[in-house]
């Protein structure tokens, strides 16, 4: 079935440097995505979107990259900080009956050494 | 308030107890949804209402799950007869509508003893 899975389930980064997480998905037909960042004991907390009319959008020391011809996201943060250390979800919004629902992948767990 | 609240944030429940959580979306937010996450996995797709109306609840695990969103504001999830495997956190979220971001709220915890 159709689906949103992660590359790499833990990423260690020393602070300062630059972290890159990944995600595929496989419903070609998707045009919405989110990263989503979960803290331990919270919720999950939009970090940035984009549509599929754009292969990059740029927020505050976050990027994402959309390549929809390998159907494959990237969250990119710069200068790392302790403070980023939590779980990271991409999620797509799914179409079913006229709804768009965000179906998750399993996450990343992005580790930030002082 | 600002965000989605939901209550409590915290629930131990005896097995065969029924329990409800509560949901409070952001102010005017049209979609709402429910999702379960178990430890170290991500949220699973539970149910969605627009307003008032429950438009896909395809992913409600068993007929012991029932949510409601009467006025199109709050919702309650109520599980009956918990078992074990209910134990996770459920997590509410709201959006303005269609294709647009969901906010999210801390979540219930809740546990079956």
């Known amino acids: 079935g159709e689906s949103v899975g992660l590359h790499l389930p833990t990423l260690s980064v020393q602070e300062g440097d630059n972290s890159i997480i990944n995600c595929a998905y496989s419903?070609?037909?998707?045009?919405?995505f989110i990263w989503y960042k979960q803290e331990s004991g919270k919720g999950p907390q939009f970090i940035i979107d984009?549509?599929?009319?754009?292969d990059k959008r740029q927020g505050q020391r976050v990027t994402v990259l959309l390549n929809k011809t390998v159907k494959h996201l990237s969250l990119q943060i710069a200068a790392t900080q302790p403070g980023d250390s939590a779980v990271y979800f991409c999620?797509?919004?799914?179409?079913?009956?006229?709804?768009?629902?965000?179906?998750f992948g399993r996450g990343t767990s992005l580790i930030v050494h002082p | 308030g600002a965000g989605v609240s939901q209550s409590p944030r915290y629930k131990v429940a005896k097995r065969g107890q029924d329990v409800a959580l509560r949901c409070d979306p952001i102010s005017g937010h049209v979609s709402l949804f429910w999702y379960q996450q178990a430890l170290g996995q991500g949220p699973e797709f539970l149910t969605y209402?627009?307003?008032?109306?429950?438009?896909?609840k395809s992913g409600l695990p068993s007929d012991r799950f029932f949510a409601e969103r009467p006025e199109g504001s709050v919702s309650t999830l109520k599980i009956q007869r918990t078992q074990q495997e209910d134990s996770a956190v459920y997590l509410c979220?709201?959006?303005?509508?269609?294709?647009?971001?969901?906010?999210f709220g801390q979540g219930t915890r809740l546990t079956v003893v």
């Open positions: 979220a709201s959006s303005w509508g269609m294709n647009t971001e969901a906010f």
């Open positions: 999620a797509e919004n799914n179409e079913s009956g006229g709804s768009y629902i965000p179906t």
């Open positions: 419903n070609s037909a998707s045009d919405y």
């Open positions: 984009i549509r599929s009319n754009m």
């Open positions: 209402f627009q307003n008032e109306a429950q438009l896909d």
